[in-house]
Nanobody, 119 residues
Framework: QVQLVESGGGLMQAGGSLRLSCVASGSAFSINVMRWYRQAPGKQRDLVAEITSGGNTNYADSVKGRFTISRDSAKNTVNLQMNSLKPEDTAVYLC?????????????WGQGTQVTVSS
């Protein structure tokens, strides 16, 4: 089993910045892809950004140039630096990881952290 725990959410004015972190814990696992999703009330869960074990990244068009995903593989951590925040960035942000355990692949989710951007 792997647990993902997010932190760093909160309330911010438009134009401000927040940094989210997600730490994976467990035993005998390796992480392949780590992602951040977000879900606003009444809307579907959307991919925000992802990063592979090799450091390749992918971003939703809506956050390109404003958000940066990074990871520290030694600490099993993925971060999301969010700059120039907009009210439409308000959502619950969830961490997601594709994990290998003893040759099998699993996908895990964190509980989420609330980000609220006021205008």
């Amino acid at each position: 089993q792997v647990q993902l725990v997010e932190s760093g959410g909160g309330l911010m004015q438009a134009g401000g910045s927040l940094r989210l972190s997600c730490v994976a814990s467990g035993s005998a696992f390796s992480i392949n892809v780590m992602r951040w999703y977000r879900q606003a009330p009444g809307k579907q869960r959307d991919l925000v950004a992802e990063i592979t074990s090799g450091g390749n990244t992918n971003y939703a068009d809506s956050v390109k140039g404003r958000f940066t995903i990074s990871r520290d593989s030694a600490k099993n951590t993925v971060n999301l630096q969010m700059n120039s925040l907009k009210p439409e960035d308000t959502a619950v942000y969830l961490c997601n990881a594709d994990v290998s355990i003893k040759g099998y692949s699993y996908r895990y989710w964190g509980q989420g952290t609330q980000v609220t951007v006021s205008s």
